[in-house]
Nanobody, 115 residues
Framework: QVQVVESGGGLVQAGGSLRLSCAASGSIVSINSMGWYRQAPGKPRELVAIITSGGNRNFADSVKGRFTISRDNAKNTVHLQMNSLKPEDTAVYYC?????????WGQGTQVTVSS
């Protein structure tokens, strides 16, 4: 079994920054990809950013140039640095970890950006 725990959410003013962290633990041989998704009220969950074990990164168009993603393979952690935050970034952010063949999710952390 794999446990995924996020931290770092909160309330910030528009233009501010937040850093989200996620740690995976448990029966892990190797992690394929690690990523962040978000879900705003009344909307479907969407991909924010993902990073593979080889370091390839993909971002949603809405966050390109503002968010960065990094991971520490030795510690099984992934971080999302969010800069120039906008009110439309308000959502619950979920960490996703792929330990083949399964996907594991964290419980989510709330990010609220006030205008």
């Amino acid at each position: 079994q794999v446990q995924v725990v996020e931290s770092g959410g909160g309330l910030v003013q528009a233009g501010g920054s937040l850093r989200l962290s996620c740690a995976a633990s448990g029966s892990i041989v190797s992690i394929n990809s690690m990523g962040w998704y978000r879900q705003a009220p009344g909307k479907p969950r969407e991909l924010v950013a993902i990073i593979t074990s080889g370091g390839n990164r993909n971002f949603a168009d809405s966050v390109k140039g503002r968010f960065t993603i990094s991971r520490d393979n030795a510690k099984n952690t992934v971080h999302l640095q969010m800069n120039s935050l906008k009110p439309e970034d308000t959502a619950v952010y979920y960490c996703n970890v792929i330990v083949v063949p399964r996907a594991y999710w964290g419980q989510g952390t709330q990010v609220t950006v006030s205008s």
